[in-house]
């Protein structure tokens, strides 16, 4: 079992940034892939980063690849998503997960959720 709290999220111009993390409490994230998810009202939640659980690799969705970075501190069990460049359409509920999933960018097959951050950027 894992807890996961985000935090970081608020209201920012476009071209501005944010840092959104996602601590964790019960378990060691290294165990998990995490991943960050987004869900803008009336849209379905999208998958935005993903961090693997082995080999540290990391994925991005096309949308906001060379914008957004996701990293972790082990030391911290804390998982971060930078966001720079940020434009209206980032505008979102922001989640984290963590899982083992065998599809990274499907959220169905993640089991663990953050209750989610709000991220609004005005143009």
């Known amino acids: 079992q894992v807890q996961l709290v985000e935090s970081g999220g608020g209201l920012v111009q476009a071209g501005g940034s944010l840092r959104l993390s996602c601590a964790a409490s019960?378990?060691?994230?290294?165990?998990?892939?995490m991943g960050w998810f987004r869900q803008a009202p009336g849209k379905e939640r999208e998958f935005v980063a993903a961090?693997?659980?082995?080999?540290?690799?990391?994925y991005y969705a096309d949308v906001v690849k060379g914008r957004f970075t996701i990293s972790s501190d082990s030391a911290k069990n804390t998982m971060y998503l930078q966001m720079n460049s940020l434009k209206p359409e980032d505008t979102a509920v922001y989640y984290c997960?963590?899982?083992?999933?065998?599809?990274?960018?499907?959220?169905?097959?993640?089991?663990?959720w953050g209750q989610g951050t709000q991220v609004t950027v005005s143009s």
């Open positions: 997960a963590a899982g083992r999933p065998t599809d990274y960018s499907d959220y169905g097959r993640y089991a663990y």
């Open positions: 019960g378990r060691t994230l290294s165990w998990y892939t």
């Open positions: 961090l693997s659980w082995s080999g540290g690799k990391t």
